[in-house]
């Protein structure tokens, strides 16, 4: 059997020197931890429309990407994952837990994104964020 590979969509959406995060419910190893809005990219879908797509479905917002950060590669078990985050504008909406998977949704600060439980992948997102933000 071929390897997968996967293409996820990251919307890191920054607000008054908050970013938008939320805790994941999905029943899977990644149950519980916090995470920025986003998921796979579906066939003849480009990475921006994916991450507008998920905000919508995920926290009932609507956003517009603005800029790409670098793709994060990552192993998964049986094949490879490539995370694209994409800088995004709320353009409107107020957001809210609006599918199964997400539960509390919240606004958080440099000091407090570092300390959130996120998935390993998400580090040097993180870590790039912060360097921006300090600059």
Avoid: Y
């Avoid at 956003?63 to 998964?76: E, F, K, N, R």
């Avoid at 409107?92 to 390993?120: F, K, N, T």
Wanted: proline share 7%; net charge negative; with cysteine.
């Amino acid at each position: 059997m071929a390897a997968r590979h996967v293409i996820v969509a990251l919307a890191i959406i920054e607000r008054e020197g908050r970013w938008l995060v939320h805790r994941r419910l999905a029943t899977d190893e990644f149950h519980g931890l916090w995470e920025f809005p986003g998921g796979k990219v579906h066939d003849g879908e480009t990475i921006m429309d994916a991450a507008v797509r998920e905000c919508r479905e995920e926290l009932g917002i609507v956003v517009a990407p603005m800029s790409s950060l670098d793709v994060v590669p990552c192993q998964i078990s049986d094949g490879t994952l490539d995370i694209h985050p994409l800088r995004c504008r709320l353009v409107s909406g107020e957001p809210r837990p609006a599918a199964p998977v997400v539960g509390e949704v919240r606004w958080v600060d440099a000091v407090q994104l570092p300390s959130l439980a996120m998935p390993p992948a998400n580090a040097s997102i993180i870590a790039e964020l912060l360097r921006q933000h300090r600059a």
